[in-house]
């Protein structure tokens, strides 16, 4: 039997390791999984990640899984953010107006997660239809950031990020359409990639999606390439999906670093007006440094973006994804959603989408189609692009939330806070997060994490990786742990 100290230190282990110990009968999946549930039971009322917690449904999994089970992560407890589907499990979206809807079947992700012999232990918090890049949805409450429970933990993958950075689980399932994976990473010292667009299947709600893709929070890129391998792949009725990678995204990784040298482009400019944050274009400078150290050219950049109107194109894109989860909200109630169902931001962007006609809306993926094009044809001249992950700190919890009097201006708020992460959802193409550096000590937000990211080339996610992997070797981070941890 393990003591205290040993079962919450597996948590911050990688779960590729965790499972070998189950596989080899040093620890078992019910000493893990009980891990995680303690960890949860101890620190979650501080953080308030969790949505629901499945404790005896997880210990009756773990008892299932023996010494010797040959599946990749055998025993290995992992959350799901609370906008997938577990089968028999509640469904909210972070909204009031699903109630206690169950969801019918396991989502794709959730799916592919228990077959590589994941357990399930819970659901994670986000904001309501993960609009924004914060996580206080009026139904759940504020989540806190880990490193600073005074702040935000990012967004809308909240919940999953500060469950890993504090040691709940080690892993974390979470899903990105303006930045909802890499927010959160950059926000709590994890890394966080959106792959390629198509790379994991939406099934089976929907056949594809422009904006959004799934993936996870974790403390290693290493991790984030063997849990890609395992998500990745189409499922039958899909209306689109990436190319297969020509290797596992797990032996890219192995191999250490780029098969050569790179040329990278580095930008601080903002996509949107708005400022970037000195610490923040430090950051992305001593990045460029650090890649130019390890024999890549990096060369400063002008991007083919700043147009004025980009921000409501994007919402005339993002709105409908939003509203489509309000209206199947309404189709299970029996009823048209009223104001009182949801978040003032919510009700405002359901109103603004059943003010756009179908042709204007057409015409906005086309603009959005268009620009994303203009920047892969620009970005082809190089093989990565380097910007600041944020334009500022984590907010503090209440700085952006959509439930005052002038929601829309929450929802402009939050662009500034991440104008760099949505342009790769507009593309298409990979980007990940690294947590490189911390704040300094005469900085307000002293400590916490400060990151950068990195933009692959389309469907290139097997090199934007190894070059991960070769920044995380020279400047690691994975052994920082928060304050809450």
């Known amino acids: 039997m393990l003591d205290a100290t040993a079962a919450a230190d597996l948590m911050f282990r ?52 023996a010494a010797g089970d040959d599946r990749p992560f055998a025993g290995v407890p992992v959350a799901i953010k609370n906008n997938r589907g577990i089968q028999g499990k509640r469904l909210t979206f972070g909204a009031d107006l699903f109630g206690d809807f169950a969801a019918p079947a396991d989502h794709n992700v959730t799916r ?19 609009i924004l890049p914060t996580t206080q949805a009026r139904r759940f409450g504020p989540t806190r950031n ?29 899903n990105d359409g303006g930045g909802s994976i890499r927010i959160p990473a950059a926000c709590c010292g994890l890394v966080g990639l959106k792959p390629q667009r198509g790379r994991i299947s939406a099934a089976p709600e929907v ?22 391998d395992v998500l990745a792949g189409p499922e039958l009725g899909d209306a689109w999906w990436a190319p297969e990678s020509a290797q596992p995204f797990a032996a890219a990784v192995g191999r250490g670093g780029p098969e050569r040298a790179l040329r990278i482009a580095v930008t601080t400019k903002s996509p949107v007006d708005a400022p970037v944050d ?73 109103a603004v989408c059943k003010s756009i006609d179908s042709t204007t809306a057409a015409l906005a993926e086309l603009r959005m189609q268009a620009f994303g094009r203009g920047v892969v044809t620009w970005g082809a001249q190089f093989d990565a692009v380097l910007t600041p992950a944020l334009a500022e700190a984590p907010v503090p919890l209440g700085a952006i939330h959509g439930i005052g009097e002038r929601p829309l201006e929450d929802f402009a708020r939050s662009a500034r806070f991440t104008p760099f992460t949505p342009i790769a959802n507009v593309s298409g193409s990979p980007a990940i997060s690294l947590p490189l550096y911390e704040r300094e000590p005469d900085d307000a937000a002293a400590g916490l994490p400060l990151a950068v990211q990195l933009t692959g080339q389309p469907g290139g996610e097997a090199a934007l990786l190894a070059l991960a992997a070769q920044v995380e070797a020279a400047h690691p981070w994975a052994g920082r742990r928060p304050p809450v941890s």
Not at 150 to 159: A, K, M, N, Q
């Open 14 to 65: 990688p779960a590729a390791e965790l499972a070998r110990l189950v596989r080899a009968g040093e620890v078992s999946a019910r000493e893990l999984v009980q891990a995680s549930l303690d960890r949860i039971d101890a620190l979650d009322s501080e953080i308030n990640a969790f949505v629901d917690v499945f404790a005896q449904d997880a210990l009756a999994d773990a008892d299932r899984v």
């Open 112 to 130: 592919r997660l228990k077959e590589a012999g994941f357990v399930v232990v819970g659901t994670t918090t986000l904001p309501e239809y993960g």
């Open 146 to 174: 880990p490193w600073d429970p005074g702040r935000t933990p990012g967004g809308s993958s909240g919940g999953s990020a500060a469950a890993v950075a504090a040691g709940l689980v080690p892993v974390a399932h979470g």
């Open 207 to 228: 056949g594809g999606s422009f904006l959004v893709v799934d993936g996870v929070l974790t403390r290693t890129v290493a991790e984030t390439a063997q849990l890609l």
């Open 278 to 350: 000195a610490r923040c274009v430090q950051a992305t400078q001593d990045a460029a440094e650090l890649l130019r150290s390890l024999g890549h050219e990096v060369v400063e950049a002008e991007p083919p973006w700043g147009d004025p109107s980009l921000f409501d194109t994007f919402t005339a894109c993002f709105g409908p994804a939003v509203c489509t989860q309000i209206a199947f909200g309404g189709l299970l109630l029996g009823r048209e959603p009223t104001a009182e169902d949801m978040e003032p931001l919510s009700w405002e962007l359901f």
